[in-house]
């Protein structure tokens, strides 16, 4: 089964790069990081010392038992000789309210004569010896007087110390409820105040391009930073010169080359009007590969300085001056002579802090590439919008779109049978990214049901208004 897409009315080749996949943020996982770590500390802690607590408690609870019986023995006897003369029998002392600590009194056959209001007759089911038992429920501590007729017994719940257990323990853990956010947005306070120079690192970094190769400062970077700016550095300095190097050496191969192949050319043309008519044709054959030879090596020196990087520049320059420049050359050639119609010139502007030398490239290589592939007597627009937006078109029949997605490639050409090295568009759409901008190509023209434009977006970033 195959599917099928509705073709697109106009394709666009849009130069740049494809944006980056997003990675993981490094303040992301350090707040995350100790956020989680403090929650776990907290945990840990809030158990160490629930388990501290439960035996001190313990300790604490068993005093309080201990402590009760001893009192209450001495109080039991008097009571008993007081109510009977010294007999003894079953009583019951009424009391009112929950209580936390339960007695009996136990005469010696272990009966039950005496007991808190919250307890039964029952006798707990622990012997009457002197100290501390347990039962399922309860802790309890046994006092005896001296003859050993009379014991207390004092009852402690056990609930009643894992109640208290508890809410010590919520004590802990419930300011984690306000802890955690808390802790969250102090931590990524804290962790953006200690990254700020990491940001500010890169980005100084990501202002370096061709154009800006100045030394990142480092007077006022952490010093876990500084050998990361002091490579930084170092590298800058290298690719400074090694652009350098290589555009002087494409300065100097220019006029180099440009020299022989026109003089080859020129004795080319001379020996053409010095030679017999019948040989006339393989001399025109040399002047046409000179030529062809000529403007190769004009788009090769051109590649190589677009690979260089030269389209931004130090300062604002006017670029309007070039463009007019550019189109009075190609008037002065009979292929461009009453073709080339630039709109609105009069009140428009064109200030980028862009290379001049990087501008000129680009418009003429689009401007010839106009006039060649367009019709022989057709008009070349020029038209500039907004001070940011160049469009130059020209007629023709419409491109395919998988042949114009590829004319950018160097060498490739489109069906045509005009003469062209298949680098201009190339050479156009290796600069423009370096003058902060983008190019779109067209087919048919923006507005028109034919034809073919090239349409430049002068980047806002590296723009300077005069």
Do not use: C
Not at 100 to 129: C, F
Not at 316 to 341: C, H, T, V, Y
């Amino acid at each position: 089964m195959t599917t099928t897409q509705e073709p697109l009315p106009a394709t666009q080749v849009a130069t740049g790069h494809r944006a980056a996949p997003r990675r993981p943020s490094m303040t992301r996982r350090l707040v995350i990081s100790v956020t989680g770590v403090v929650l776990l500390a907290w945990l840990f802690a809030s158990g160490l010392a629930a388990i501290a607590m439960q035996y001190e408690f313990a300790e604490i609870f068993d005093g309080a038992v201990q402590e009760t019986a001893d009192r209450l023995l001495p109080l039991a006897m008097d009571d008993l000789s007081d109510r009977n003369g010294g007999e003894m029998r079953e009583i019951s002392q009424p009391t009112s309210g929950d209580e936390y600590l339960t007695y009996q009194v136990r005469n010696a056959e272990g009966h039950v004569i005496m007991h808190s209001h919250d307890v039964s007759e029952v006798p707990y089911s622990v012997p009457l010896k002197v100290g501390f038992a347990d039962t399922q429920t309860h802790r309890i501590y046994t006092a005896a007087t001296a003859d050993g007729s009379l014991f207390i017994q004092v009852a402690d719940a056990f609930e009643n110390r894992r109640e208290a257990v508890r809410e010590a323990g919520g004590a802990l853990l419930y300011p984690l409820i306000a802890l955690v956010p808390l802790s969250i947005l102090v931590v990524i306070f804290v962790v953006s105040r200690m990254l700020k120079p990491i940001g500010g690192l890169r980005d100084e970094i990501l202002m370096k391009d061709s154009g800006n190769m100045a030394p990142v400062k480092d007077d006022r970077l952490p010093r876990e930073l500084e050998p990361i700016a002091r490579s930084v550095n170092h590298l800058l300095e290298r690719l400074r010169s090694a652009l350098d190097a290589e555009r002087e050496f494409a300065s100097n191969s220019a006029h180099e080359l440009r020299t022989p192949i026109a003089g080859a050319l020129a004795q080319a043309q001379r020996l053409q009007a010095e030679i017999p008519p019948e040989h006339r044709n393989r001399v025109d054959q040399i002047e046409t590969s000179l030529s062809h030879l000529a403007r190769l090596a004009e788009k090769l020196l051109q590649m190589s300085r677009a690979e260089a990087g030269i389209g931004v520049s130090d300062g604002p320059n006017d670029l309007m001056p070039i463009l007019k420049l550019i189109l009075q050359d190609f008037e002065r050639l009979p292929a461009g002579e009453g073709r080339i119609l630039l709109q609105d010139e009069a009140a428009q502007t064109i200030v980028h802090a862009i290379n001049p030398d990087a501008f000129g490239i680009v418009i003429r290589n689009l401007i010839e590439n106009a006039l060649i592939h367009g019709p022989e007597d057709g008009v070349v627009d020029v038209v500039i919008e907004n001070d940011s937006e160049i469009r130059i078109i020209n007629g023709g029949p419409v491109i395919d779109p998988q042949a114009l997605a590829k004319l950018t490639t160097r060498f490739a050409r489109g069906a045509t049978s005009a003469s062209g090295s298949g680098l201009g568009l190339s050479i156009v759409a290796s600069l423009v990214p370096h003058m902060g901008g983008s190019l779109e190509l067209l087919s048919p023209a923006g507005g028109r049901s034919d034809g073919f434009e090239a349409r430049i977006t002068l980047g806002t970033g590296a723009a300077a208004k005069a």
